[in-house]
Nanobody, 123 residues
Framework: QVQLMESGGGSVQVGGSLRLSCAAA????????VGWFRQAPGKEREHLAF???????NYAEAVKGRFTISKDSAKNEVYLQMTSLKVDDTAMYFC?????????????????WGPGTQVTVTS
């Protein structure tokens, strides 16, 4: 059974940093595409970044240059390092995984999801 669990969320001031972790069980991160998404109240779930099984990464324009996705295959974890945080980054953050993901920016393409971790950025 595939399970994902996010951690590392919290409250931070504008300009601060957080590192989110996505721990995987039941599958190997090196085989799957893993993505990070977020969802703010009243808004659709939004693609942030993904990392393919070959290490290829991609970022949404809204976070490019501020967020970095990486993985540690030995620990079976994927990370999202977030810097220069803004109030607009406040949301619930989710990691997701899929084996055969055609459009890696679409939440519907990912099979497995974690419960999410809240990130709140205050001014």
């Amino acid at each position: 059974q595939v399970q994902l669990m996010e951690s590392g969320g919290g409250s931070v001031q504008v300009g601060g940093s957080l590192r989110l972790s996505c721990a995987a069980a039941g599958y190997m991160v090196r085989r799957y595409t893993v993505g990070w998404f977020r969802q703010a109240p009243g808004k659709e779930r939004e693609h942030l970044a993904f990392i393919d099984n070959d290490g290829t990464v991609n970022y949404a324009e809204a976070v490019k240059g501020r967020f970095t996705i990486s993985k540690d295959s030995a620990k079976n974890e994927v990370y999202l390092q977030m810097t220069s945080l803004k109030v607009d980054d406040t949301a619930m953050y989710f990691c997701a995984a899929g084996l055969y993901v055609a459009d890696r920016t679409l939440p519907s393409e990912f099979t497995y999801w974690g419960p999410g971790t809240q990130v709140t950025v205050t001014s």
